[in-house]
C-alpha cells in the first residue's frame, strides 16, 4: 500500500507541474479564446533564465548560491511574463478573433524561440539590433510625401527588408571577426543546472515513505501560486477586471474596462506563470530547446478535461492527469492487486509503460468528453455556442 | 483568355508529367532523378494538403491532426511491400518481413494478414484511414466540439497514434518505422529509378482526380453547407440543418486523402516511421494550405509543393536557418497573407497593390474610404 | 491605419530572418590550395538541427577535422597521384525520413564516393536500404545493439560483446557479492536500448542471475518517477541498475535518483550512452561515482589520445570534450583514406570495400582492425564519473576485442556469423 501512497505523491508532483504550466493556458484561454502553441516556448526561456541566474549567482558561493533559486523564480516570471506582453502586443492583438489564425502564428513564434535559443550569439544579437535601428530609422526619416502614399505600406515592407538584409550582412561579418562574436550562448546542447543543497535529497519521512524534497516543493510551490493566482483574480481591482472582460467582454468594454491592457495583464501573468513552471522543471528534468514541447501537448489536455477559464477544473484534471499517469505507468497496480484476473492483468501490463499510459490518458479524455463535451466545469451562460 | 486560364494547369501537369522525367534522365539544367524524386514527394503532399483545405479551408474545422491518416496510409503501402516481397533484403529467416527477426516475433500479427493482397492494400490506402477518421469525427462533431477544442483533440489523437506506433515495436517495428526501398513492386525494386519515375507519373494522374473529387465537394449544395458551417454553424443549425453529417464526410474525406498521400509518399521516401505523426509534421500540412491559398482548390497544391521546396533548399543550404523561416513563414502568411499566394492574385491583393502604386485603376468599396481624403488624412495623425 | 499592421509585423519578421546568417559562416568546403591533382568528394551526414543536433554537430566537426588533417598532409595518394577531400554536408534534421533522402541526395545528386553519418539506430536502418538499393557506403560510427551485418555500411562503433556484456560481467565481478546477481534495466523507448535489453537479460540469465526490471521512457520525456519507485521497490537496500538511456531523459533520471536517494554508493549505476559530453550537461554532481562502458576516454592519457584530444581542443576551443563516438567517428574517415589507397581507386566501390577488410591502424584508443563482418576491433574500458567531468579508467581490456555482430547470447542469432570476404549469398548471416 505505501507503494500506492508513494505513485500517489509522484502523480501529484507531475500533476503540480502540469498545474503550474496549464494554469497560464488557461487563464488566457478562458479570456482571450487564444491558445497558445509558444506556451511550452515560454517554459524553455524560464528554464534558461533559471540557468542565467544560476550561473551569476554561483561565483558568490556560499548562502548566495543557495538562494538563487528563490530569485530565479522572480527574474524568470519577470522575464517570460515581459515576452508575453510584448508578444501580445506585436501579434495575438492583430489577430484577435481568429483563434485558429493565433494557433498557427504563435505555432511559428515557438519555431523561432526554439531555434533562436540554439544560435543566439553576439554576432546575432548585435545583427538583430541593426535590423531593429536601421528599420526605425528608414520609417522615422522617410520624406512625408513618401509616407503619405497609397504605397506607403508596401514602401515600409521594402524598408524593413533592407533592414532585415543589411542585419544579415551585419551578422555575417560580425561573426567572421571570432569565436567571441559567433560563439552561441548556448548551443543546442542540454545546460545543466544544478538545485540549490536544501533542495536536493529527501525531506524526511512520512511512515517509512521518504519525501523527495524537490517534488515536496513542486507541490507547495504550486499551491501557493494558485492560491496566489486565486487571490490576484478575485480580490485585486485588475482580477476582477480580468474576470469581468472573460465573462462579457463586449459589456466589459461599454462599462469602460480597458480591455486591450486586460488582455496584456493577462498575457503577461499567462506567461509569467509559463516561465515560472519552466523554473520549476529545471529541478526534475533537462533544460534545453526542445523543453516546452514535451509538456505543451499534456497542458491543453489538463484545459481540455477542466474546462475553459476554471481553476478548479484546471487543478482538479491536472492532479487527475499527474496520478493516472504515475499510477497507470508504472505498473504498481499489477503490484499492489497481484491476484487480479488474468485477462484483465494483460490489459494492465499493456499499458503499464510511459508510452502507453500516455495513450490510455488521452483515450480516456476523448472518451471523457463525449460525456461531458465542455469539460468538468463548463462554463454557465446562454451563449447559442455552448 | 479564359480557354487559356483554364488549360494552364493542364498544360503544367503535361509538362511535369513527360518533360521532368526525361530532364532527370539526361541531367538536364543539373536536375537530376534525386531532384525529380523530390518533386515526387512534393506533388504527393499536396494530396493531404487538399484534405486539409476542405476542412479548413472550406469548414473552417482545424484539423492538427491528418498525420494519423497520413501514416496509416504509408503504413498500409509498407505493410503490403514488405509481405510480398521476398528478397535477401527484406525477408528474414523466417519469411517475414527482417524486423521481425530483432523483436523474436514468429508468427504474423493478425493485422498483417489482409496486406498479403495487393488489391484489399490499395483500398486499405484510403479506407482505413476514412474508418477511422469518420469514427474519431463522428465522436468529436455529435458533441458540436469546434474551433479551437476541436484542433487540440485532433492533436490528442495524434499523440495516441504516435505513442501507440512508436512504442509497438513488435507489431509495427516501433520508432525505426518500416522501409519500402529494396521491396519489390510490379516487378521493379521500389527504391531503383524507373520504380521512382513511376511512382511520380502515378502521382501526377491521380492528382487531378483528388483535384475533381474536391472539386465537385465545394461546388453546389454540400459546398455551400461546408462554407456555411465554416461562416455561421449556429445560423446553419436555426435553420433546420444537422451540421454533423457534413463535417463528418468531409472529415472522412480529407482523411482518405491523406491516407493516399501518405501511401505515394512513403513509397517514394522509402521509408514510413512514427515521425510521420509528429505533431509538427501535422501543423505544417496547414501552413502548406495558408501559403497556397485556403479556401482555393490550386492553393493547397501550389503550397505544397512550394513550401516543401523552399524547405529543402534551405536546408541544403542553411540548415539551422530553416526553423527561423518556417517560422517567419507560419507568422507572415497568417498576419499579411491570409488569402495565401494563390488567393493574393485571385482575390484582389495583387490589383490593390497594383493600385496603390497607381499602376492598375483603384477599386472601391463601400463606403469608399481608400477615396475620401478626411480619413487618410486621419490615419496619419494616429 | 491598414499600413501600421503590416510595418511592425515586418519588424517581427526582418529580426528573426536575421538569424538566417548564423549558420552562414559554418559548413562549406575547406579552402583550397596545396599541389592536389584531383579532389574526392565525401559527404557527411548527421543531425544539424532537432534533438540529436546536440550529439550529433560533434561528429560532423571531428570528421571536418580529420578531413582537414589529411588534406593538410598531402591528401589521398592512389597510383602517386594525390587527392583532395572535399565534402558536402547534409542535415538530417534528427528525423529518420529525412536521413533517407539526404542520403539519396548525397549519392544521385552529390555522387559522393563514400558517406559518413549517422547517430541513432533508427537513422541507421532508415539509411540502410537506400545504401543497399544503390549498392553504395556509408560509415557509421556510434556503437549500437549489432544484430546487423549489412555489405553497404562499415560500423566503426562498439556491438554489445565490445560494450554491454563486459560491462555486465564487470559488475557482476564487483559487485555481485554485495547486492546478489540481479540487475535492473532502465532505457530509452526505441531499437537499440530494446535490443541491447535483449541480449543482457540473456547474458544475466546464462550468468545465473536475474532481470528483476526493465522499463522503457519514450525518447525525450523527463517522468522518470515511476521507474524510481519500481526501483526503489525492487531493490530496497540498493542494487545494479543498467541505464540505457538516451538524452533528455537521463537528466531527469540522474536529477530525480539524487533527490530520491539512489546514490552511487548504494546503487551501482552502469551507463552505455553517457560520456564526457553528457556528464557536462547533466552536471557531475548528479553522474559522478557512476560508471560507463566505452572504447574511449578522453583521459585516456596515452600518446595518440593525447594528439587527438590535443588537436580537437586547438581546433574548436579549451571548454570542449572528446568522446567516445567522436573518436570512433575520426577513425573512419582515416580508415576510409586507408582503404582507398589500398585499393588504389575511390570509384570502383566494390573494391573500396575488399580492400577495407584487414585494415589496421593505430587510433587514439589503440590498434583497431576492420574485420570481414564490417566492424572493428575494440579495447573495451570502464570509466567512474568523476567530478571534473572526466572518466576514471577502472579496468580495461588489455587487447582489442574482435567484434560479433550477431548476438551468441541470444537464442535466434546464435551460431550466426556475418563475413563478407566469403562468397556465398548468405554471407552477411550463416550458420557457423
Redesign the interface.
Given at each position: 500500500m505505501d507503494?500506492i501512497f508513494?505513485?500517489l505523491l509522484?502523480g501529484l508532483?507531475?500533476g503540480a507541474v502540469l498545474l503550474l504550466a496549464a494554469t497560464g493556458l488557461a487563464i488566457v484561454f478562458g479570456l482571450m479564446g487564444v491558445i497558445n502553441l509558444a506556451h511550452g516556448e515560454f517554459m524553455m526561456i524560464g528554464a534558461y533564465v533559471t540557468f542565467v541566474v544560476q550561473n551569476i549567482f554561483r561565483p558568490l558561493g556560499g548562502f548566495a548560491f543557495e538562494s538563487y533559486y528563490i530569485i530565479a523564480l522572480i527574474a524568470s516570471f519577470l522575464v517570460t511574463a515581459i515576452f508575453g506582453v510584448v508578444l501580445e502586443k506585436?501579434?495575438i492583438r492583430?489577430l484577435y478573433g481568429r483563434p485558429l489564425e493565433t494557433l498557427l502564428a504563435t505555432w511559428g513564434i515557438s519555431l523561432?524561440l526554439i531555434?533562436?535559443v540554439?544560435?543566439v550569439?553576439l554576432?546575432?544579437v548585435i545583427?538583430?539590433a541593426v535590423?531593429?535601428l536601421l528599420?526605425w530609422a528608414l520609417?522615422k526619416f522617410l520624406p512625408l510625401p513618401l509616407k503619405q502614399a497609397s504605397f506607403?505600406?508596401?514602401l515600409?515592407?521594402v524598408l524593413?527588408?533592407v533592414?532585415?538584409i543589411v542585419?544579415?550582412?551585419v551578422?555575417?561579418t560580425t561573426?567572421?571577426i571570432g569565436?567571441f562574436f559567433?560563439?552561441p550562448w548556448f548551443?543546442?546542447?542540454?545546460?545543466?543546472?544544478?538545485?540549490p543543497k536544501w533542495?536536493?535529497?529527501?525531506w524526511g519521512s512520512i511512515a517509512g515513505i521518504?519525501l523527495?524534497?524537490?517534488?515536496i516543493f513542486i507541490i507547495i510551490l504550486s499551491a501557493l501560486l494558485i492560491a496566489a493566482v486565486v487571490w490576484f483574480l478575485t480580490k485585486s481591482v485588475w482580477g476582477v477586471r480580468i474576470r469581468a472582460v472573460t465573462q462579457n467582454r463586449e459589456m466589459s468594454n461599454c462599462l469602460g474596462i480597458p480591455t486591450d491592457s486586460v488582455d496584456s495583464i493577462t498575457f503577461g501573468i499567462g506567461s509569467g506563470l509559463a516561465g515560472v513552471a519552466g523554473c520549476a522543471?529545471t529541478?526534475?528534468?533537462?533544460?534545453?530547446p526542445?523543453l516546452g514541447?514535451?509538456y505543451i501537448v499534456s497542458c491543453f489536455m489538463v484545459i481540455v478535461l477542466g474546462g475553459v477559464g476554471n481553476l478548479l477544473g484546471t487543478i482538479i484534471a491536472s492532479m487527475m492527469l499527474g496520478i493516472i499517469?504515475?499510477i497507470i505507468?508504472?505498473?504498481?497496480l499489477l503490484?499492489a492487486f497481484p491476484d487480479m484476473p488474468n485477462s484483465l492483468r494483460s490489459v494492465v501490463e499493456f499499458f503499464a509503460?510511459?508510452?502507453m499510459s500516455?495513450v490510455l490518458v488521452f483515450i480516456f479524455i476523448i472518451a471523457f468528453l463525449q460525456f461531458k463535451p465542455t469539460g468538468m466545469f463548463p462554463q454557465k451562460g446562454r451563449s447559442v455556442e455552448a | 483568355m479564359k480557354l487559356f486560364k483554364r488549360l494552364v494547369p493542364w498544360i503544367l501537369l503535361a509538362f511535369a508529367f513527360f518533360i521532368l522525367p526525361a530532364m532527370a534522365n539526361s541531367e538536364l539544367f543539373g536536375f537530376?532523378?534525386?531532384?525529380l524524386?523530390?518533386f515526387g514527394r512534393y506533388f504527393s503532399l499536396a494530396f493531404v494538403a487538399l484534405g486539409v483545405d476542405l476542412i479548413w479551408g472550406y469548414t473552417g474545422l482545424l484539423s492538427l491532426g491528418q498525420g494519423i491518416f497520413f501514416s496509416l496510409g504509408g503504413y498500409a503501402i509498407a505493410m503490403h511491400l514488405l509481405l510480398v516481397t521476398k528478397n535477401?533484403?527484406t525477408t528474414g529467416?523466417n519469411g517475414l518481413p527482417k524486423f521481425f527477426?530483432?523483436?523474436?516475433v514468429d508468427n504474423l500479427p493478425f493485422f498483417w494478414e489482409p496486406f498479403w493482397s495487393f488489391p484489399v492494400s490499395i483500398i486499405a490506402v484510403f479506407i482505413v484511414p476514412s474508418v477511422i477518421a469518420g469514427f474519431v469525427g463522428y465522436l468529436i462533431f455529435r458533441n458540436r466540439i469546434k474551433g479551437v477544442y476541436f484542433s487540440i483533440i485532433t492533436q490528442a489523437s495524434l499523440m495516441v497514434f504516435y505513442?501507440f506506433f512508436?512504442?509497438q515495436?513488435k507489431l509495427v517495428n516501433?520508432?525505426?518505422?518500416l522501409?519500402?526501398?529494396?521491396t519489390e513492386i510490379f516487378g521493379l525494386?521500389a527504391?531503383?529509378d524507373e520504380a521512382q519515375v513511376l511512382f511520380f507519373r502515378i502521382t501526377l494522374i491521380l492528382l487531378p482526380f483528388a483535384y475533381l473529387l474536391c472539386k465537385y465537394l465545394t461546388s453546389g449544395r454540400f459546398g455551400d453547407s461546408l462554407v456555411a458551417i465554416r461562416d455561421d454553424e449556429p445560423r446553419l443549425r436555426f435553420s433546420g440543418f444537422n451540421p454533423t453529417p457534413f463535417k463528418v464526410i468531409v472529415f472522412v474525406v480529407a482523411g482518405g486523402l491523406a491516407g493516399i498521400s501518405g501511401a505515394l509518399y512513403t513509397v517514394q521516401?522509402?521509408?514510413?516511421?512514427p515521425?510521420?505523426m509528429s505533431i509538427s509534421m501535422s501543423i505544417e500540412m496547414v501552413i502548406w494550405v495558408a501559403v497556397g491559398g485556403r479556401g482555393t482548390l490550386v492553393g493547397p497544391i501550389i503550397g505544397a509543393v512550394l513550401v516543401n521546396y523552399l524547405r529543402s533548399l534551405v536546408?541544403?543550404a542553411?540548415?539551422?536557418?530553416?526553423?527561423?523561416?518556417q517560422?517567419?513563414l507560419f507568422?507572415?502568411v497568417v498576419?499579411?497573407m491570409p488569402d495565401g499566394i494563390y488567393g493574393w492574385f485571385t482575390k484582389g491583393g495583387f490589383t490593390s497593390m497594383l493600385a496603390a502604386f497607381g499602376i492598375a485603376k483603384k477599386t472601391a468599396t463601400y463606403p469608399k474610404l481608400d477615396f475620401d481624403e478626411s480619413v487618410q488624412e486621419e490615419?496619419f495623425k494616429? | 491605419?491598414?499600413?501600421s499592421?503590416?510595418?511592425?509585423?515586418?519588424?517581427?519578421?526582418?529580426?528573426?530572418?536575421?538569424?538566417?546568417?548564423?549558420?552562414?559562416?559554418g559548413?562549406g568546403d575547406s579552402a583550397g590550395g596545396g599541389d592536389f591533382d584531383g579532389s574526392i568528394k565525401v559527404g557527411i551526414l548527421h543531425s544539424?538541427?532537432g534533438?540529436m543536433?546536440?550529439s550529433e554537430?560533434t561528429l560532423k566537426e571531428v570528421e571536418e577535422m580529420a578531413i582537414k588533417e589529411i588534406n593538410d598532409s598531402g591528401g589521398v595518394t592512389i597510383d602517386d597521384k594525390s587527392y583532395k577531400i572535399t565534402y558536402v554536408s547534409?542535415?538530417g534534421?534528427s528525423?529518420?525520413?529525412t536521413f533517407?533522402?539526404k542520403s539519396?541526395?548525397l549519392i544521385?545528386?552529390d555522387k559522393v564516393a563514400v558517406v559518413f553519418g549517422g547517430w541513432t539506430?533508427?537513422s541507421r536502418?532508415?539509411m540502410?536500404?537506400?545504401y543497399?538499393?544503390?549498392d553504395h557506403f556509408l560509415f557509421y560510427p556510434i556503437q549500437y545493439e549489432g544484430?546487423e551485418c549489412s555489405k553497404n555500411i562499415f560500423y566503426t562503433g562498439a556491438v554489445p560483446n565490445q560494450q554491454a556484456e563486459p560491462a555486465v560481467d564487470w559488475l557482476f565481478d564487483n559487485f555481485a557479492e554485495k547486492y546478489g546477481k540481479k540487475v535492473y534495466l532502465v532505457g530509452s523507448?526505441?531499437?537499440y536500448p530494446?535490443?541491447a535489453n535483449?541480449i543482457i537479460k540473456e547474458q544475466v540469465k546464462s550468468l545465473g542471475g536475474v532481470t528483476v526490471g526493465e522499463?522503457?521512457?519514450?525518447?525525450?520525456?523527463?517522468?522518470v518517477?515511476?521507474?524510481?519507485?519500481?526501483i526503489?521497490?525492487e531493490f530496497p537496500d540498493g542494487g545494479i541498475i543498467i541505464n540505457t538511456l538516451n538524452g533528455?531523459?537521463?537528466?531527469?533520471l540522474f536529477?530525480?535518483f539524487?533527490?530520491?536517494?539512489i546514490t552511487p554508493e548504494k546503487y551501482p549505476i552502469m551507463s552505455f550512452s553517457i560520456a564526457e559530453?553528457e556528464i557536462?550537461?547533466?552536471?557531475p554532481?548528479?553522474v559522478g561515482g557512476t560508471y560507463a562502458a566505452w572504447n574511449y576516454f578522453m583521459s585516456l592519457g596515452t600518446p595518440a589520445s593525447n594528439t587527438f584530444n590535443e588537436a580537437f581542443i586547438e581546433m574548436y576551443?579549451d571548454d570542449r570534450v572528446t568522446n567516445d563516438p567522436m573518436e570512433s567517428a575520426y577513425n573512419m574517415v582515416y580508415l576510409w583514406k586507408a582503404a582507398v589507397e589500398k585499393a588504389g581507386t575511390y570509384e570502383d566501390l566494390d573494391a573500396v570495400r575488399d580492400a577495407m577488410i584487414g585494415i589496421k591502424m593505430d587510433a587514439p584508443q589503440g590498434p583497431i582492425e576492420m574485420y570481414p563482418n564490417h566492424h572493428i576491433s575494440q579495447t573495451v574500458r570502464i570509466g567512474e564519473a568523476k567530478d571534473d567531468g572526466q572518466f576514471e579508467i577502472l579496468w580495461d581490456s588489455k587487447t582489442p576485442v574482435a567484434p560479433i555482430t550477431w548476438n551468441q547470447y541470444?537464442?535466434?542469432t546464435k551460431g550466426y556469423a556475418c563475413d563478407w570476404t566469403l562468397d556465398r549469398?548468405?554471407a552477411?548471416?550463416y550458420k557457423m
Open positions: 507503494l508513494s505513485q509522484d508532483s507531475i506585436t501579434l492583430r523561432i531555434q533562436f540554439r544560435s550569439s554576432a546575432m545583427g538583430i535590423t531593429a528599420g520609417q506607403a505600406s508596401y515600409k515592407g524593413w527588408t533592414a532585415g542585419g544579415l550582412i551578422i555575417s561573426a567572421s569565436r559567433s560563439n548551443g543546442p546542447r542540454n545546460l545543466d543546472v544544478t538545485p533542495l536536493q535529497g529527501t521518504e523527495p524534497g524537490i517534488r522543471i529541478l526534475l528534468g533537462s533544460v534545453g526542445n514541447g514535451s499517469q504515475s505507468g508504472s505498473g504498481s503490484i509503460t510511459t508510452s500516455y | 537530376s532523378q534525386f531532384r524524386n523530390l535477401d533484403f529467416a527477426e530483432n523483436y523474436g505513442h512508436n512504442g515495436q516501433g520508432t525505426n518505422g522501409k519500402t526501398s529494396t525494386v527504391g531503383s521516401s522509402g521509408i514510413v516511421s515521425q510521420f536546408s541544403e542553411l540548415p539551422e536557418a530553416w526553423l527561423f523561416v517560422g517567419a507568422v507572415f498576419v499579411l490615419s494616429v | 491605419m491598414t499600413s499592421i503590416p510595418k511592425r509585423l515586418l519588424a517581427g519578421f526582418a529580426a528573426t530572418a536575421v538569424g538566417v546568417t548564423m549558420t552562414a559562416c559548413g544539424l538541427s534533438t543536433a546536440i554537430t547534409e542535415d534534421a528525423d529518420w525520413p533517407a533522402e539519396q541526395k544521385d545528386a539506430s533508427a536502418k532508415a540502410l536500404p537506400v543497399e538499393a544503390k544484430q523507448d526505441y531499437v530494446r535490443t535483449t522499463d522503457y521512457i519514450p525518447l525525450g520525456n523527463t517522468e518517477a515511476p521507474i524510481i519507485a519500481k526503489k521497490k533528455d531523459s537521463n537528466v531527469a536529477k530525480q539524487k533527490a530520491a536517494g559530453e557536462r550537461q547533466i552536471g554532481e548528479f576551443g541470444v537464442p535466434e549469398p548468405d552477411g548471416k
